[in-house]
């Protein structure tokens, strides 16, 4: 148990259109996940923490605005990259915390990621 | 705050020999320490955890790791390096409080030379 999937896994959009990423725990309930982001050859940096039922918290420097993340269900997160820009070319991975009394309930579950390019 | 050293970006051994890539940590209160690896386009893959218990922690593929509270580290080791475990491998920490996000350390390169 405890896989997390995302749709799609790659995606290639033109400048200044939207594009829809999702993030779903298919085998337990998140009411937390987590948006990264991953440039080429770097770290995974935590853009927001997004929440069932309420608002995402985003971390500095990230534009709420432009990545609007919505957590409508347990098992659903979706982040949304607005108008976007070649400079938002990035791998994004999100990754699900299981709640409970075991032992892997430290652990964060990462989806495979997100590969977007925008021309 | 919290914080992840990896001081070597690129670790390169050959097959049969044994590997360690570092890690060091700064975190308050009690420590969770996460091992994870990535294969190119792939998302993260768990390696193994430190939690609480003995500091020498055994995980997937035959890697293990010793946590060392005075020197704060977690380094991940594994007796007999594959050319397969070349991949990129990220040490991670979280604080005890359930809830509060990883701290990803910025990867070190493994590459296993036949």
């Known amino acids: 148990g405890a896989v997390v999937s995302q749709h799609p896994s790659w995606v290639i959009c033109k400048s200044g259109t939207s594009v829809k990423i999702e993030c779903r725990s298919l085998?337990?309930?998140?009411?937390?996940m987590f948006w990264y982001r991953q440039f080429p050859k770097q770290s995974l940096m935590l853009m927001a923490t997004?929440?069932?039922?309420?608002?995402?918290?985003?971390e500095q420097g990230v534009e709420k605005d432009k990545f609007l993340i919505n957590h409508a269900s347990l098992t659903l997160s979706t982040l949304t990259v607005t108008s976007a820009h070649p400079e938002d070319s990035s791998f994004y991975i999100c990754?699900?915390?299981?709640?409970?009394?075991?032992?892997?309930?430290?652990?964060?579950?990462f989806g495979p990621g997100t590969r977007l390019t925008v021309l | 705050a919290q914080s992840v050293a990896q001081p070597e970006d690129q670790v390169n051994v050959a097959e049969g020999n044994p590997l360690t890539v570092k890690c060091t940590y700064s975190?308050?209160?009690?420590?969770?320490l996460f091992w994870y690896v990535q294969y190119p386009n792939r998302g993260l893959q768990f390696l193994l955890k430190?939690?609480?218990?003995?500091?020498l922690v055994k995980g997937s593929y035959g890697f293990e790791a010793e946590f060392n509270k005075s020197q704060t580290s977690f380094h991940l080791k594994k007796p007999s390096a594959l050319v397969s475990d070349s991949a990129l491998y990220f040490c991670?920490?979280?604080?005890?409080?359930?809830?509060?996000?990883?701290?990803f350390g910025p990867g070190t390169r493994l590459s296993v030379l036949p």
């Open positions: 990754s699900a915390g299981k709640q409970g009394a075991g032992l892997r309930d430290n652990e964060q579950f």
């Open positions: 085998d337990f309930q998140a009411t937390t």
């Open positions: 997004s929440n069932e039922g309420s608002k995402a918290t985003y």
């Open positions: 975190v308050s209160g009690n420590p969770y």
């Open positions: 430190y939690i609480t218990g003995d500091n």
């Open positions: 991670a920490v979280r604080a005890y409080n359930y809830g509060q996000n990883f701290v």
